[in-house]
């Protein structure tokens, strides 16, 4: 199965890997490392990474062509990625598991309600309204305001994170679930990724030298003061008093990891870890964690909440745990191979279908 995925970049399935990983970590009971929630720095990662690789093809697709048919080409490719899956999932929570219906989700609007409904899903959220209004956004700057890409990203990151201080200052709040999982208030983690998307599109020769292992030492460095940011003044909030700096400093703490990750993720993009032989093991194992990750995060909480209930580290939780990871991986490759893959090899085939010019 894999033989067709050797061209992919081994850097950014590592990349995904260890998003997946550090989410299924946090959901089989092993949630903090240093007081930080592993599941939201995999999340962060995610949100990086999506920004980083749609961002290449919107800039490569729309340097070209903006036409209702491109735009139209684009959201067939994305649907098509994350519909199929997703909605069989929520479709069989929906009228097998739980026997009821919850239509916010059907519409990626399940912010700020109950989310102990498919809880994970409230990220899938984020990231669809924003492959829904990124093209729309790129239209405007190129038809109307014709500002550079890096600007003009850099200006919607700067509008963002005002949007957030303002709301932070504004508003009492659950900073978890208004803040961190609010749709427009984390829109500037995939601009992150985008902007790095615009280095290497449009400055390609800074963009490698950029990822080279300053690149890796700037995601460190920012990494930890991420770190020192957000344990101060997101964990322990109730220690630091109200105020101008408490609200800038949690406003900004997101903007730290997304750079940070956005640094890291380049840096493997660019090194020679994309050298290793395709067939080695430990390669195939990585590639196939990455092409199954979508499936997994899918499904992956609710048969941890099923299977995993006895206390972290101990042996009875660890042979839970496999067990579950087991199912996991299986259900995961079998809804690839016959829902996820099926559907993503007929993109073409359909935007052939609804667009003939296409075809030319």
């Known amino acids: 199965m894999l033989a067709t995925y050797y061209n992919r970049n081994f850097g950014l399935d590592i990349a995904r890997s260890v998003a997946i990983l550090l989410v299924l970590l946090a959901h089989s009971g092993i949630i903090f490392v240093f007081g930080i929630n592993l599941g939201f720095l995999g999340v962060e990662i995610f949100f990086v990474l999506s920004g980083f690789l749609i961002g290449q093809i919107i800039l490569k697709e729309f340097q070209t062509k903006i036409t209702l048919q491109s735009c139209g080409e684009f ?120 902007l790095f998307s615009v280095f290497k599109v449009h400055y390609n020769a800074l963009y490698i030298k950029l990822a080279g292992l300053w690149s890796f030492i700037f995601s460190i460095i920012l990494f930890s003061i991420a770190l020192i940011i957000y344990r101060k003044y997101v964990l322990l909030e109730a220690s630091v008093a109200e105020g101008l700096i408490k609200n800038v400093f949690q406003s900004i703490s997101f903007t730290f990891f997304s750079f940070a990750f956005g640094f890291i993720i380049i840096w493997l993009e660019q090194c020679k870890i994309n050298l290793l032989n395709k067939k080695s093991f430990i390669v195939k194992t990585i590639t196939l964690l990455s092409v199954l990750t979508y499936g997994i995060y899918l499904i992956h909480y609710d048969i941890f909440k099923f299977m995993v209930s006895s206390p972290p580290l101990t042996l009875s939780w660890a042979g839970q745990t496999f067990m579950a990871l087991f199912i996991i991986i299986a259900i995961s490759l079998l809804l690839h191979l016959f829902i996820e893959k099926p559907a993503m090899d007929y993109r073409k085939t359909f935007i052939r279908k609804l667009f003939p010019a296409y075809a030319k």
């Open 75 to 194: 959201y067939i490719n994305r649907w098509l990625r994350t519909f199929p899956l997703y909605y069989l999932v929520l479709i069989t929570k929906d009228f097998f598991i739980s026997r009821s219906f919850h239509p916010k989700h059907y519409l990626f609007i399940q912010q700020n309600s109950d989310l102990t409904f498919f809880t994970v899903s409230w990220s899938l959220a984020i990231e669809e309204w924003f492959y829904i209004l990124i093209p729309l956004v790129f239209i405007v700057n190129i038809r109307w305001l014709h500002l550079k890409s890096v600007f003009f990203i850099a200006l919607l990151i700067i509008i963002i994170l005002t949007a957030r201080y303002y709301y932070i200052s504004n508003y009492t709040l659950n900073f978890d679930l208004n803040v961190r999982k609010s749709i427009p208030l984390r829109f500037d983690a995939l601009l992150t990724g985008v």
